[in-house]
């Protein structure tokens, strides 16, 4: 019945209390929680592993990741973005910025 520290950021209820609605804030650490949690860079990795066979170069593996978690196509200028991100610093962090964008965390 202990309150998580990476589930309380999000406003998960506090599960030793009853709650008949949960609280909805939209902070700075819930930014940083979901980039930096462990199980957060533990999932981009998984993603990366998963969209790396699609393409041959980083740009159609960040379209290809970009397309399974938002279900459209990059634009030109975000594909060029986030392909230059992958080189720089890797097909994973590429995809955990994808995990992060507010199309995916966010449910229209």
């Given at each position: ?37 462990r199980l957060a860079v533990t999932m981009a990795g998984h993603f990366a592993q998963r969209v790396r ?56």
């Amino acid at each position: 019945s202990k309150q998580q520290p990476f589930m309380a950021a999000l406003d998960c209820a506090d599960p030793s209390l009853a709650v008949d609605r949960r609280n909805q804030t939209i902070t700075p650490q819930q930014a940083l929680a979901l980039l930096n949690n462990r199980l957060a860079v533990t999932m981009a990795g998984h993603f990366a592993q998963r969209v790396r066979p699609l393409a041959p170069d980083d740009a159609g593996r960040v379209a290809a990741a970009f397309r399974i978690a938002v279900g459209r196509a990059p634009t030109a200028d975000e594909r060029r973005t986030l392909a230059g991100y992958a080189t720089a610093h890797g097909l994973p962090a590429a995809c955990r910025v994808i995990l992060n964008l507010n199309e995916f965390v966010f449910a229209d």
